[in-house]
RNA sequence: UCCUCGAUAGCUCAGCGGUAGAGCAUCCGGCUGUUAACCGGAGGGUCGUAGGUUCGAAUCCUACUCGGGGAGCCA
């Protein structure tokens, strides 16, 4: 084999010439005296037709005993084909296998989630699981694209931590030498201190949250971008919100439309997904939740069927603000005009996703967090750093979260936040 | 932690008191344009585990184990 190598995504730019082709069998047909070789090869999927006889005797054999999955290098000569799902075609010419694939488990008929999920490290070969991976990439990367030029400084927080960074949730325990340590559950702490070195920052990594949740919109590990911006309040935090939510979506519907495609996702319902959002208030919210039947009262946090009920009014994720300083996290700052709520928002996307953005002001004022301290009970030792921030320059500063799995899942129209991380950590399951 | 549903061939499932079944996968045979190809044949089972009811249990009951979905909590 002497031809050009060729990628399957290129393969275009080869119509009439023979080239080869890396990858695996995906699949193949057979009809006695002429075969159809499905490869994939991470790029895309295309099919190579071998007839008996123009190939002979024995590369019809060798490409008989293939089985689904075994690696391969394909040689043949591109053509366009109106046949063909992707327009082209290879009219093969010689095969040699690489490595064999004896029995493997997943068939192209359908299968349960327990098993897949077994065979996760195998289930990323197919074409849906392909272009949901290459989705995130892709919303990694407008994340990137946008914090990066938008002057924010990528800054990495510890993934090992002395304790809660909130307080509330359950975190997961491990030893550092003598002392115990605990996986990060968010690092905006962290963030916050780099905002004060570098103004506008964010992380970008993963966080771990030990609750026993097992709902499709859960991880125990996940992933999550904090930008924090120093000198920034409240209304500036929803329009960076806004804006970045924005940038992905539209990232996404001009760089994977494709993946879109192969997923079946109705990209008309993302179309709209432009600034600025629906925005309301958690008072307004409490009272539309209560005249359209639900039991709810001010002071309450939502559910998520709240959420999801109050987000299937709107077509593009709806923004609600300002709840009750009681339901939310210590370091929030109080409205001025009204301290029994805070300056904070959360994102809801639509379609029942759920919350994919929470954010808020931070309080900057010394006296008032040490107060906080006080009444959460949290212990000022581990956090003096977190106060040293508010005794030196301490400036109004703001942030937020966006979880990254579920953002994607909505992207995507996927069922379940799991698919949407190559290697999902759920309740119970840690293998692979 | 609670509620709810489930576990039968490698996979997806049917069978719901009376001899363990189908499709796919695998193997063999057929087919020169297949699109989860199709057609014929073969092999393949401690019916999640342990008890109980019954002449008889995959089927009914109890407990346990494992898993799905949801609630709470969260992104």
Known sequence: MASPVTTIQNVGAYVGQTVQIHGWLYNKRSSGKIQFLQVRDGTGLIQCVAVKSEVGEEIFERCNSLTQESSLTVEGIVREDARAQGGY??????????????????TLKEHGVDFLLDHRHLWIRTPRQRAILKVRAEVMRAVSDYLDSHDFTRVDPPVLTPSSCEGTTELFETQYFDESAYLTQSGQMYAEAAAMALGKV??????????????????????????????????ENMQVQESLVTHIVQHVLTHCEDELKAL????????????PFPRITYDKAIEWLKSHG???????????PHESALAEEYDRPLIIERYPTSVKAFYMQPDPNRPEVVLCDDMIAPEGYGEIIGGSERIHDYKLLAERFETHNLPTDTYAWYLDLRKYGSVPHAGFGLGLER???????????REAIPFPRLLYRLYP
């Open 89 to 106: 075609e290879v009219t093969l010419v010689g095969v040699e296998a690489v490595g064999p694939s004896q029995d493997y488990p997943i």
């Open 294 to 304: 639900h039991e709810i009262e001010w002071g309450e946090d939502f559910g998520a």
């Open 407 to 417: 953002t994607i899942a909505w992207i995507c129209g996927l069922e379940h936040v």
């Open 202 to 235: 964010y992380s970008f990594g993963p966080v771990f949250r030990a609750e026993k949740s097992k709902t499709r919109r859960h991880l125990i590990e996940f992933w999550m971008v904090e930008p924090e911006m120093a000198f920034a309040e409240h209304e």
């Open 264 to 275: 079946g996702r109705d990209v008309s319902k993302l179309a709209n997904v432009k600034a």
